[in-house]
């Protein structure tokens, strides 16, 4: 017999998303991952929008799924804190090729039942974004599309499973996977091996290899690597809006958006690589970049750059999210899920859960479940430095570490000491926002580091 | 003498901000209240490690943190209130300052603000160097904090880019925590500082300065294994093998809160832009120190602190009216920068009784011009200009604008003017 209902393999949003979702059943759920902290691949370097899923292919799962996790993330954000601004996009056209593109944008995003978008014109757009650069044609309100913070909403996910009760085992990549006799999977990792009668592969860059580990072929991952330009804080009066391209066959384009953060961000690139590891920036990624940014926000040039990032998105040769579900033998593969999958993630939980619902899962609500609150790292929200309840009941939320983006002790010492504690300096900055400024650890570097090596001492 | 019951308050515990303190008690203000977000006030010079602070202004040399002490001191014998981990977040509605410290979150109303908030190098993201994101990529102020607080280790073979005086400390302390310098890379044709720096690091610590050279990139997982050095003139590319990466110098001014506060910039010092008595154009807000450009040794940020305070303390006793902006002095490459950069109604001397003027390429001794509307205010020689490195102006000619003319041009003379 195996000793646990459900493995899930990778602890992206995805694969956190689909353990929250089963931990809220009377189920025996392990995570496994390869890193040391969840969220560390593809879901922490990406555009970080909440899609409406208004230009998906229409039919396809991405587009119905999109649309569901649009739905449940705009209810599950607010109620536990995780930063999401309902912005609203304007697409915009720059050329009359891009103008004639425009009423087949709008046929798509009906078909795929999204009837909020609607045209408008170059006057009404430059009132709303006065720092447009010049020779904008007309553009497309897309008033739902939103930014959300993406560390705080994996996090929150991973968190809520495991005070509930799932297993989070990291540093433990998947070095092979047998089927046991009987049913079920055993799953040997770097940190010992487990055994499970249901195995969901949400392992995301290495999904197909994880699949290619049980016998299948349906898909091959190839890397799609994007690189972002973050902007100084003070750039942000500069727009207002998601600013997006008129898409092509091959990529959305580049976009100019806010982030829950303060900052804006231009990009993404979109090339082709190799290696699954390759998150390096380039010369010609990134001055591709400032002459796209130059042209669509021409102010942005006399701001500082305060980071530089790239992810990996999970492409395949398909068209559409790669999910499977072999229900004899108890395996869900969920690959392939590129740049939407942020917005996805609860949509594809909740479409898991009910496939291994089908497949024989026995699914008994659990009677209690935890109550979850993140802390609230977006701007949108007073952060603790700024509500004097918070100081008052602990005088750390008044000492301001970080200065550039007025991080307290008082949330370095509880990412440090969390349900998912921050294990290196890249988890302290995704859970509290510490060394992401302007500065670059030029003030704080050293405080916070001593911080850390002070909690990993005493743990 | 001070105006109702506000106090004058200071941003910034640093040489300029104490300075300033002191002086505003000396001219008899009642109130002065300095606020640093450091757990420790002093500012740069606490974690500079070496001699040579104060000779200018405490008339004594002294290392950099009993400088940066010896200040706290000074500035709490004169009777000014110094708040360290109180960090200024923005300004209320009212114009009132919003501060938060360990005792809670206030308001904060002001006769006049100070702004010393100094400033800091850029980053390597903010310089645009492609390549991977590895542990190991540090600026001089992550450098000395990290060596002055965690001791010794900070890596093996360390990159220095950069080549004027704070990359030779940064050097420094490479070498004191251990490290061997591989080399300096700087995209100059030579090195920017002192001959006797240049011959110490060669001889001593033998490392190579790399000039007309850029960072082209930075590669390695999870630390920095090697980067790529690109030869200007060549175009040839080189890989060099080392573990730690130092970003010096390349100034930036943290004007946040005076953004934040509608404070004009100069674009040429990213700093506020200010007058002969280092007024900025929001009333009641003055500037001072490194805030107001690239960095200056302390103790000359010390003496605009103090030249700052002779400002306030007129500006309480005589209530004096807030000058109109002024004319603005703007430079024409490959100047950089001048401050102050502008003169209002209120003549009166400069910092030091003199313009720093900064350029952004070595130029051999050559001829400057003042103009304003083509009218002639001030030429002369002046000696070699060398990036990163500021010469003095005379201020003589700031009577001779006329309030009401064009923007005033510094430039360097071209033949045939």
Redesign the interface.
């Known amino acids: 017999m195996p000793d646990r209902d459900v493995v899930i393999v990778g602890v992206g949003v995805v694969g956190a998303a689909i353990a929250r979702d089963l931990s809220r059943f009377e189920l025996r759920c392990t995570l496994v991952e390869a890193a040391p902290d969840v969220g560390t691949g593809t879901s922490k370097a990406n555009t970080a929008l909440l899609h409406t899923g208004f230009d998906a292919k229409p039919g396809t799962i991405e587009s119905r799924l999109v649309r569901r996790g649009h739905e449940l993330l705009s209810e599950y954000a607010p109620r536990t804190g995780i930063p999401l601004e309902r912005k609203g996009a304007l697409l915009v056209a720059w050329s009359d090729e891009e103008q004639s593109a425009l009423p087949g944008i709008i046929d798509r995003a009906h078909e795929n039942g999204y009837d909020a978008i609607r045209g408008v014109d170059v006057e009404e757009l430059y009132r709303r974004e006065p720092h447009l650069g010049p020779g904008a044609r007309a553009a497309l309100e897309v008033p739902d599309e939103g930014i959300v913070c993406p560390f705080t909403t994996t996090l929150a996910f991973a968190t809520e499973a495991v005070l509930a009760g799932c297993e989070l085992r990291l540093c433990a990549p998947v070095a092979a996977i047998e089927r046991l006799e009987g049913g079920g999977f055993r799953v040997d990792t770097g940190t010992g091996s487990l055994t499970a009668r249901y195995l969901v592969n949400a392992a995301g860059l290495r999904s197909d290899e994880i699949d290619r580990m049980l016998g299948y072929d349906g898909f091959m991952i190839r890397p799609r690597r994007g690189e972002l330009i973050?902007f100084d804080?003070?750039s942000r009066p500069l727009v207002d809006h998601i600013v997006l391209a008129v898409p092509t066959s091959t990529t959305k384009g580049v976009l100019v958006a806010p982030t829950v953060f303060g900052n804006l961000i231009l990009g993404p690139t979109a090339e082709d690589v190799e290696d699954k590891?390759d998150?390096?920036?380039?010369?010609g990624?990134?001055a591709y970049l400032?002459s796209e940014g130059r042209r669509i926000v021409p102010g942005l040039r006399?701001h500082?750059?305060?980071?530089?990032?790239?992810g990996l998105r999970a492409a395949t040769e398909h068209a559409d999210y790669q999910i499977t579900i072999h229900a004899p033998e108890g395996y869900v593969c969920v690959g392939g899920i590129r740049s939407t999958g942020l917005t996805a993630s609860m949509a594809i939980a909740e479409h898991v859960r009910s496939e291994l619902g089908a497949a024989g899962l026995p699914l008994r609500p659990r009677q209690k479940l935890p109550g979850l609150r993140m802390p609230n790292i977006g701007e949108a929200f007073l952060r603790p430095?700024?509500?004097?309840d918070r100081?008052?009941e602990n005088?750390?939320y008044?000492?301001?570490v970080c200065?550039?983006e007025?991080v307290?002790r008082g949330e370095i010492v509880d990412a440090l000491a969390g349900p998912i504690p921050a294990v290196d300096?890249d988890g302290l900055r995704r859970r509290t926002r510490v060394l992401m400024g302007?500065?670059?650890?030029?003030?704080c570097?050293?405080?916070v580091?001593?911080l850390l090596?002070e909690a990993r001492g005493s743990s | 003498m001070s105006v109702g019951e506000d106090p004058v308050v200071v941003v910034g515990g640093g040489p300029a901000g104490l300075a300033c303190a002191v002086e505003l008690r000396r001219r008899g203000v009642d109130e002065v209240l300095v606020l640093d977000r450091e757990a420790c006030a002093g500012g740069i010079p606490r974690h500079s490690a070496h001699q040579g602070f104060g000779l200018r202004d405490l008339h004594r040399v002294l290392a950099g943190p009993r400088y940066a002490q010896r200040y706290v001191e000074l500035a709490r014998e004169s009777g000014a209130r110094v708040q360290e981990e109180a960090m200024v977040t923005g300004w209320s509605a009212d114009g009132a300052l919003d501060v938060t410290s360990p005792e809670g979150r206030e308001t904060l109303r002001a006769s006049a603000v100070v702004l010393a908030t100094g400033c800091r190098e850029r980053p390597r993201s903010a310089r645009l160097v492609p390549g991977s994101r590895p542990e190991g990529v540090l600026t001089t102020g992550q450098l000395q904090q990290l060596v002055k607080l965690n001791g010794e280790h900070v890596g093996q073979r360390a990159v220095v880019v950069g080549a004027e005086h704070v990359s030779f400390s940064a050097v420094m302390t490479l070498v004191h925590a251990g490290a061997d310098v591989v080399g300096m890379a700087t995209e100059l044709p030579r090195h920017q500082s002192f001959a006797l720096f240049r011959a110490g690091a060669a001889l001593r610590y033998r490392v190579p300065v790399w000039t007309r050279t850029a960072l082209a990139g930075i590669h390695g997982r999870p630390r920095v294994e090697e980067v790529e050095l690109l030869d200007l003139d060549s175009g040839q590319k080189r890989r060099v093998a080392c573990d730690t990466v130092v970003f010096t110098a390349d100034w930036i001014p943290d004007h946040e809160l005076a953004v934040l506060g509608g404070l004009e910039l100069d674009s040429g010092t990213r700093g506020p832009r200010v007058d002969t008595g280092l007024r900025t154009t929001r009333p009641g807000v003055f500037a001072a120190g490194n805030l107001l450009h690239g960095a200056e040794p302390a103790d000359i940020a010390a003496l605009s602190g103090r030249h700052a305070a002779v400002s306030v303390s007129r500006r309480l006793a005589e209530s004096e009216a807030w000058p109109e902006r002024g004319v603005p002095i703007t430079c024409t490459r490959p100047l950089q920068w001048i401050a102050p950069n502008s003169v209002s109604a209120k003549i009166q001397p400069p910092p030091l009784d003199r313009f720093a003027l900064r350029s952004a390429a070595f130029v051999n001794r050559s001829r400057i011009e003042i103009r304003q509307d083509d009218r002639p205010l001030w030429s002369g020689r002046v000696a070699r200009l060398t990036p990163g490195r500021s010469r003095a102006l005379p201020a003589t000619w700031i009577t001779r604008v006329d309030q009401n003319g064009g923007p005033i041009i510094v430039a360097l003379a071209t033949p045939g003017h």
């Open positions: 973050v804080k003070l590891e998150t390096s920036s380039t010369s990624g990134l400032r006399d500082e750059v305060t980071a530089i990032y790239v430095f700024a509500r004097p100081i008052a005088s750390d008044g000492r301001v200065f550039c007025r307290t300096l302007r500065c670059q650890g030029f003030f570097g050293a405080h580091a001593a090596a």
